[in-house]
């Protein structure tokens, strides 16, 4: 038990690592969070009138900039993770066509849910189901929370796509982590959580504020965004090498090198 609460706080001082070697990405991620919140303040979404609300959040603008802003999101993990295994930034930053190629499979596993949550109510209109309040929830939820359960399971594979390996696919991710996906499930699913609800409470706290109040939180929301997405990846890597330890097998499939788990 010790070594696995080691595991989880060593995965971020590998997050502060990354976010030191590799400054600009994580400038970019914050300085597209802030145009998003430009565009949000502009358009209502911090209004508290929920109907206003609910029509910004559908503004052609924002969609725009959502699909950017999610690419980012993943690619800046995938830097991230890249480095923490290589050690370099430079040997980060210089990525291989077979982990382009097999990243392309994990944002893919990415986006799927995200699409089903973002489009819920067209989604279940076209299904011919009525898209109520309490189905587009039940559909946010389903793929939202399951993509969160199925994540653990799946984290060799990430590491081993961020990298350009050819082992650990999906499936021998899912079954070389075995059981030991109900002991990294907290430390990723918590992670996760504590970032995410930081992130929605400073978004309810803007609404309806002064302007100055209003910036201040969604600043800080940009800047949280930023440390967030670096911080679940390493987080995630750790988790990766806690399970590969454990089962007596290498991080990165078809390398030399193993990643060391403090």
């Given at each position: 038990?010790?070594?696995?609460?080691?595991?989880?706080?060593?995965?971020?001082?590998?997050?502060?690592?990354?976010?030191?070697?590799?400054?600009?990405?994580?400038?970019?991620?914050?300085?597209?969070?802030?145009?998003?919140?430009?565009?949000?303040?502009?358009?209502?979404?911090?209004?508290?009138?929920?109907?206003?609300?609910?029509?910004?959040?559908?503004?052609?603008?924002?969609?725009?900039?959502?699909?950017?802003k999610m690419f980012a999101t993943w690619g800046l993990a995938f830097f991230a993770?890249?480095?923490?295994?290589?050690?370099?930034?430079?040997?980060?930053?210089?990525?291989?066509?077979?982990?382009?190629?097999?990243?392309?499979?994990?944002?893919?596993?990415?986006?799927?849910?995200?699409?089903?949550?973002?489009?819920?109510?067209?989604?279940?209109?076209?299904?011919?189901?009525?898209?109520?309040?309490?189905?587009?929830?039940?559909?946010?939820?389903?793929?939202?929370?399951?993509?969160?359960?199925?994540?653990?399971?799946?984290?060799?594979?990430?590491?081993?796509?961020?990298?350009?390996?050819?082992g650990f696919g999906p499936v021998a991710s899912a079954r070389a982590t075995g059981?030991?996906?109900?002991?990294?499930?907290?430390?990723?699913?918590?992670?996760?959580?504590?970032?995410?609800?930081?992130h929605q409470a400073l978004n309810r706290y803007a609404m309806g504020q002064s302007?100055?109040?209003?910036?201040?939180?969604?600043?800080?929301?940009?800047?949280?965004?930023?440390?967030?997405?670096?911080?679940?990846?390493?987080?995630?890597?750790?988790?990766?090498?806690?399970?590969?330890?454990?089962?007596?097998?290498?991080?990165?499939?078809?390398?030399?090198?193993?990643?060391?788990?403090?």
């Amino acid at each position: 038990m010790k070594r696995f609460f080691a595991n989880w706080a060593n995965g971020f001082v590998d997050g502060a690592k990354a976010m030191r070697a590799l400054p600009w990405l994580v400038l970019g991620m914050i300085a597209i969070e802030l145009v998003q919140h430009v565009i949000e303040v502009r358009t209502g979404f911090f209004s508290t009138d929920r109907a206003v609300r609910k029509a910004a959040s559908m503004a052609p603008e924002r969609m725009a900039l959502g699909w950017p802003k999610m690419f980012a999101t993943w690619g800046l993990a995938f830097f991230a993770v890249r480095f923490l295994v290589l050690g370099d930034a430079g040997a980060a930053l210089r990525v291989p066509a077979l982990a382009w190629r097999r990243y392309a499979g994990v944002v893919l596993f990415q986006l799927v849910p995200a699409l089903a949550i973002i489009y819920a109510e067209p989604l279940l209109a076209t299904l011919g189901a009525a898209p109520t309040a309490q189905a587009v929830m039940g559909v946010r939820l389903a793929f939202g929370l399951g993509q969160q359960l199925l994540e653990p399971l799946l984290l060799l594979w990430f590491v081993n796509a961020a990298i350009g390996t050819t082992g650990f696919g999906p499936v021998a991710s899912a079954r070389a982590t075995g059981w030991w996906y109900c002991v990294v499930l907290p430390m990723v699913f918590v992670t996760r959580l504590t970032f995410s609800a930081a992130h929605q409470a400073l978004n309810r706290y803007a609404m309806g504020q002064s302007a100055g109040v209003t910036w201040g939180m969604l600043v800080l929301d940009a800047v949280l965004v930023g440390i967030m997405v670096v911080m679940i990846a390493a987080v995630q890597l750790r988790a990766a090498g806690f399970v590969a330890e454990r089962r007596g097998v290498r991080v990165l499939a078809e390398e030399r090198r193993e990643l060391v788990v403090a």
